[in-house]
């Protein structure tokens, strides 16, 4: 590339009377390297888009807005564009061509189903909190197999979602409204009434008769969202635990092998099982309200094995508590609390 000395050498050559030729070849600069800075192109305009140029033959608004008009006519709603250009076509209207109709059939959205939608609103998500016992139940209904290829039992359970404590359930052939609203009778019968039942979108969660009793009890029903099951852990989660007990039968023979073996495995459950999600007491003891009095136990033989052997333990070991609140989708804002 040529210097700025070796240009204005060229330069005074040239002045001297030599050629640009015989004056580039001297100072040894190449001749199209000096006619390039000598000549430097102008600056080019950048190009205008296609969409903002001007197109003599483009539609007009009006044309556009008809064209639209007709894809959005009850009366064409069913039919494709292809169609819909040519039964106007054949009444004698032309406004475009086809290629135009499907260009603006896109760029409307209008290419497919153009008739108007139902539109729901989203589903709101329960927010629950229990505070104590039978003040929140949780329900479902699982299938329990049959050794009968084609059938299977139908499990009806609630559950109190603070103490997780069945507080009522039921096997039978058949899911029906009458059954659960039954169950949820002699749940009742035997606890209290409860403030919110929850459950999913079963049809017998959502029945009418389900929804009359909650109403002539006084009791809120809540709902999961539509295909979250997240949204009923509870129950989710007990259904887990049943099926994962180590007896767990993977098929019933009869109704009342089904009956009789559920029967035994809630019991064990509400009076025996250590439940995790209530720092390892029973269901029947938080349900009841016992559960200090084997948190006290328990704290007792901790004090007394820490004074015994302190240098075992970094710090004084202390009885698990139960949490003051449980939720069913807990919101991001609100603390975690203990007691």
Not at 28 to 35: D, F, I, L, Q, T
Not at 148 to 161: E, H, M, N, P
Not at 175 to 194: F, G, H, K, Q
């Amino acid at each position: 590339m040529a210097t700025s000395i070796q240009e204005t050498a060229v330069a005074e050559l040239v002045a001297a009377g030599l050629s640009v030729s015989a004056a580039c070849a001297a100072a040894g600069v190449p001749r199209a390297s000096w006619y390039r800075r000598r000549h430097r192109p102008r600056g080019h305009r950048a190009p205008v888009p296609q969409s903002d140029r001007f197109q003599p033959a483009a539609l007009s608004v009006q044309e556009r807005a008809r064209i639209v008009a007709y894809l959005c006519d009850e009366e064409y709603a069913d039919l494709s564009v292809t169609a819909v250009f040519y039964r106007l076509l054949d009444e004698g209207i032309y406004i475009a061509s086809q290629s135009s109709w499907h260009r603006i059939a896109r760029q409307r959205q209008l290419t497919g189903d153009r008739r108007r939608q139902a539109t729901h609103p989203p589903a709101v998500i329960p927010v629950l909190c229990a505070t104590g016992p039978n003040q929140v139940w949780s329900w479902d209904i699982t299938m329990l197999p049959s050794t009968d290829r084609g059938r299977s039992f139908k499990l009806y359970l609630i559950l109190d979602v603070y103490s997780r404590y069945v507080v009522g359930w039921r096997v039978e052939d058949a899911e029906r409204a009458t059954l659960a609203v039954a169950m949820l009778t002699d749940a009742i019968a035997a606890n209290s009434v409860p403030e919110v039942l929850h459950a999913d979108r079963g049809p017998s969660m959502t029945s009418d008769l389900m929804t009359e009793t909650l109403g002539t009890l006084g009791i809120v029903k809540s709902h999961s969202r539509p295909h979250v099951s997240n949204d009923n852990p509870f129950s989710e989660a007990q259904f887990k635990t049943m099926k994962y007990a180590l007896d767990y039968p993977r098929r019933f023979d009869t109704l009342e092998h089904a009956r009789h073996w559920i029967d035994a495995f809630i019991r064990s459950y509400n009076t025996e099982h250590h439940h995790s999600g209530i720092g390892h007491y029973t269901p029947e003891t938080v349900h009841n309200g016992t559960w200090r009095i084997y948190r006290n136990r328990r704290q007792s033989l901790l004090n007394t094995a820490y004074q015994q052997h302190p240098e075992r333990y970094n710090r004084r070991p202390q009885a698990e508590i139960i949490n003051i609140r449980t939720w069913i989708n807990q919101p991001t804002t609100e603390l975690s609390h203990t007691g």
